[in-house]
């Protein structure tokens, strides 16, 4: 998005809650319903995102990058690669859980051709950085150092994405920590982490 002015940036961030209100109260994103949450005029979401579409790969995109920001891109601490990924995989869940609109994106939410075009964008972003994630436990010893990194990456986030798919569509959800222990389960054994790295660090 090209740089706008601080009003200008303050209306097309209250533009996108608003959509985000109308999605997860309604499951659709509707450019009139969306100005009137907004308290807008009915012309502001086209000039902002010029389409229907415009406005939900924007509401798509933003999601995305906050939660990219929150896990992918995050510095966590811990001694080693794995301790490192236990904490992610904690965050992601916590992450998911909290935000209202990630049931309907990773459930729910349908779109065009050019809202699909935005999503696979965003899931190849976040594959592309857990390539560099498992090169750098492949490096440490931690994860199988025969596999390919990419598709480890894809496998991981993939596998990641219906769990939460599934999860997130239960009445009651599970429990988080039920959760956090299928995920590292499920990732640790796609990765082939060590078992006597496992083992050392006193990780299940």
């Known amino acids: 998005m090209e740089s706008l002015s601080r009003r200008a940036a303050a ?13 997860i109260e309604t499951g659709d994103v509707e450019v009139a319903a969306v100005a009137r949450r907004a308290g807008l005029s009915v012309g502001l979401p086209y ?3 010029g389409t229907r579409s415009g ?11 906050r ?3 929150d896990t992918v891109l ?16 904690v965050t992601w869940v916590d992450r ?13 939410m349908v779109g065009d051709a050019e809202v699909a075009a935005m999503e696979a964008r965003c899931v190849r972003q976040i594959i592309a950085t857990g390539v560099t994630h498992i090169t750098a436990g492949q490096a ?12 480890l990456a894809a496998g991981v986030v ?27 389960k499920f990732t640790i054994a796609a990765l082939g982490a060590d078992d006597a790295a496992l083992r050392e660090e006193h990780l299940p």
């Open 11 to 23: 209306t097309h961030r209250r533009l996108l809650e608003a959509a985000a209100e109308e999605l």
């Open 67 to 69: 939660l990219v920001a």
């Open 140 to 151: 440490e010893g931690a994860v199988a150092a025969d596999r390919d990194p990419e598709l």
């Open 47 to 49: 000039r902002y995102f």
């Open 158 to 184: 993939g596998g990641m994405r219906a769990i939460f798919t599934i999860v997130l569509d239960k009445t009651p959800r599970p429990d988080r920590d039920t959760v956090v222990a299928e995920i590292w």
């Open 55 to 65: 406005l939900m790969s924007a509401l798509l995109a933003d999601f995305y990058d």
């Open 74 to 89: 995050a510095s966590f601490d811990g001694r080693t690669w794995l301790e490192r990924w236990r904490t992610q995989v």
């Open 96 to 108: 998911v859980y909290a935000d209202p609109l990630a049931p309907v994106v990773l459930g729910r």
